[in-house]
């Protein structure tokens, strides 16, 4: 990034600017809202009916440009997370307010944390134990900076093969390593940042380049994303050297992954040294994040994909072990390294909550197409209905054409021939990058 890119993210160093700038609330603010002022970013929190669910939710939603409301993505779960993790244990604790007003989690945090770290050694022990190489995916639903410190220094000295060669790949948690290097932690012992990249991206351009979809009758704008991931971000559209594939990761399940493995099967590269080559040749890993481990690798068989898989829906021991068995090469873990108390307790139960794009607005106007994730799909390629995530704030009746809409791409029955689907993917990615 140059300095013209972080002012604009950041602000300047004169007038440097925060991530949030205007702030309503429930009683007060009971729909979405766009902010006060252009560039701004808007926090709101209110009470309204999803009709999703069926029923009244809390919904806590950030508006803004993309470039900045992006970073709330982790941020705002992270704090949504902290404050329900601190207020369960406050109450299962009978921790009252002190004098001063403030919380007194020093009489229950200590052992928490302890309890988690314990979790934490025995996560990394079966995690060496099958040789996988992993990240720490960290900072969304932790309980706790500390934690999240703690979790870093360990699997940096830790996550280790029988012959001691270092499997840890590093840590999602930007935060947690420059805390470590500020704090004169030596460089050797704090681990790297790594990541691959979110479903965000997918579900954006699938409202801003929605008409290709319907005109293709496939998801071509996920494999969209990932040609512009592949362009612009680490990648930068080169991975002739074999030790660069690690740089270019795949997300297929945003609307199932056989409809994208579909998609992207029939296309190919549209510009620099990959020009012509196929698009699943320059992915360096495929990761799995919804769906059975078996029923992915199987996939990724059936479209001829060898690179290697990542496993990234961690849940328990067990998950880690068949993944190594099934041939796995990588995985991401998060609450699995420290926070679940599911992960060792079966009779345990975890917060959950994610946080998803749920309207795009293109030059100030809405996009006429709602962001859609599904998930992995069933064996017969239905929707599941747990899985089905959009804009709870719209009515039962665009919900129910919303999800027809989804299941047709996830159907993935192509309209148009291999050519005019090429035709699409080379015109969208040249209206991302101009001249480049």
Known sequence: WDAAALDAVCGTAANPRTLVQEFQAHPECTAPSAPAAPGDVLLQAFVAPDHRLGESRVFIEATGPWHRVTWLETTLMQAAYEALFRERHRSKSGVQRGADGKWEDGAW?????AEAFCRCVRSVGVASGTGL???????????????MLLQSLFAQAHLKDASGALLFLGTSSVLSRYMLLDAGVPAEHVPRCMGTHAHELQMVLSAVYGDLDDRAGMPITQVIAHVLYFMCSLPQGDVQDAARKVLMPMLPDTLGTRAFMKTAAMLKVPGGPHAGDAVLSVIGSARQDSGGLAGFRAIMEEFGYGGALMASE???PGDMVEAQRLGYKLFGAGGFMGDSEKAWDESKANISMAGKVLRVYVGGVPCKHYPIKTGETSDSGCIKEGKFE????????SLAQVRDRAQTLANAEAKVDAAALQG????AVASVLGGR
């Open 390 to 397: 959009a804009d709870g704030t719209l009515s039962a009746e």
């Open 314 to 316: 961690i849940e328990a």
């Open 424 to 427: 699409m993917l080379d015109d």
């Open 133 to 147: 190489r992993g990240g720490l995916m960290t900072g969304r639903r932790t309980g706790g900076l500390a934690l």
């Open 109 to 113: 945090y200590p052992d928490w944390l």
